[in-house]
């Protein structure tokens, strides 16, 4: 699948730069390099000498990062097609002890919300896909059509805060008796359904908006994924080495926010955004994804 390298904008690339601090001949490990968006910013500053690791599990977006920064000989750069979570095997097979600076962007790209064949939009109508690795095997479809009604109830509301779970987990229930649930658009109007015309006066996104981020986070492990990276990150930071994280969900947020009190109070690192930092006007403006983005950064300190 070939994509679109312009329809994805990188968010706050100046306050990611500001934050990671690249410098010449230093390593920058990138776990969620996209379609090289940030890599393109950062990278030439390792010059000369340094290396970026840019890892993603979805292969086609790793085609689009390696389009993009194809001309880069210096500094080297090194993308593979690589769960975050589990980068210190990788950095150990590159024989990589440290890296100056680590960057997750979360979520999804604007690219792979674009192509209907994978499933992650109510917009289009495609497959219901959702899957980040499409090496995985299980997909959204499979979680819609396979959970009981009280657990596709606790996913909406665990992973997607939605208050009216219940009722539309119950109206997935009915429809699925009928016939299996296999694309977006039937997805979606099953939480339409529930909604009505009240979701319009009440709330001002559409009404699937809540379950998609449920069954995307539930379908790849997002939070696990999230916390397993945390938790194995400040070994293989050097002191000094800078950590930055964007999120775009309360739940993304009060995971790195929490880790990073808990190791400030350990005296593992200084933080270095008192609350978390957001785009300007002028990218809020141009850039949709960027409204819901927060980035925090700290500093390891020992
Ligand atoms: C918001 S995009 C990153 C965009 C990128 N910073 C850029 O400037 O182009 C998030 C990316 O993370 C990838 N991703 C999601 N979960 C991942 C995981 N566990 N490991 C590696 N990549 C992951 C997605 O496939 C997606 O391409």
């Known amino acids: 699948?070939?994509?679109?390298l312009s329809g994805h904008e990188p968010v706050l690339v100046s306050r990611v730069t500001e934050y990671l601090a690249p410098a010449a001949g230093q390593i920058v490990l990138?776990?969620?390099?996209?379609l090289g968006g940030h890599a393109a910013a950062i990278a030439p500053r390792l010059a000369p000498g340094g290396l970026y690791v840019g890892l993603d599990v979805d292969g086609a977006m790793l085609d689009g990062a390696r389009r993009r920064?194809?001309?880069?000989?210096?500094?080297?750069?090194?993308?593979e097609q690589w769960n975050y979570a589990e980068f210190p095997a990788l950095l150990e097979?590159?024989?990589?002890?440290?890296?100056?600076?680590?960057?997750?962007?979360?979520?999804?790209?604007?690219?792979?919300?674009?192509?209907?064949?994978?499933?992650?939009?109510?917009?289009?109508?495609?497959?219901?896909?959702?899957?980040?690795?499409?090496?995985?095997?299980?997909?959204?479809?499979?979680?819609?059509?396979?959970?009981?009604?009280?657990?596709?109830s606790d996913l909406f509301y665990d992973f997607g805060q939605e208050t009216l779970s219940r009722k539309i987990a119950k109206r997935i229930c009915e429809l699925r008796r009928e016939s299996r649930l296999t694309t977006t658009r039937l997805l979606a109007l099953a939480a339409e359904g529930v909604y009505g015309?009240?979701?319009?006066?009440?709330?001002?996104?559409?009404?699937?908006?809540?379950?998609?981020?449920?069954?995307r986070i539930a379908v790849n492990c997002?939070?696990?994924?999230?916390?397993?990276?945390?938790?194995?990150?400040?070994?293989?930071?050097?002191?000094?080495g800078r950590l930055v994280v964007i999120s775009f969900h309360s739940l993304e947020d009060g995971i790195v926010k929490h880790f990073l009190l808990?190791?400030?109070?350990?005296?593992?690192?200084?933080i270095l955004t008192k609350s978390p930092v957001g785009p300007d006007e002028e990218e809020r403006r141009g850039n949709r994804r960027s409204r819901s983005a927060k980035l925090r950064a700290a500093r390891r300190v020992a």
């Open 1 to 4: 699948m070939d994509v679109e």
């Open 30 to 34: 990138d776990g969620t390099v996209g």
């Open 69 to 79: 920064l194809a001309g880069m000989s210096d500094p080297v750069i090194h993308l």
């Open 93 to 152: 097979r590159l024989g990589i002890g440290q890296v100056d600076a680590m960057l997750l962007d979360l979520g999804v790209n604007s690219a792979q919300l674009a192509k209907a064949e994978r499933g992650f939009s109510f917009d289009v109508d495609g497959p219901l896909d959702m899957r980040f690795d499409q090496r995985q095997k299980t997909t959204a479809a499979d979680l819609v059509n396979s959970l009981s009604e009280r657990e596709l």
């Open 197 to 215: 015309g009240m979701e319009k006066h009440a709330v001002r996104v559409h009404a699937a908006t809540r379950i998609f981020q449920a069954l």
């Open 222 to 240: 997002e939070l696990d994924n999230l916390r397993a990276f945390l938790e194995r990150a400040l070994p293989f930071l050097r002191p000094g």
């Open 262 to 270: 808990e190791r400030k109070k350990a005296g593992e690192v200084e």
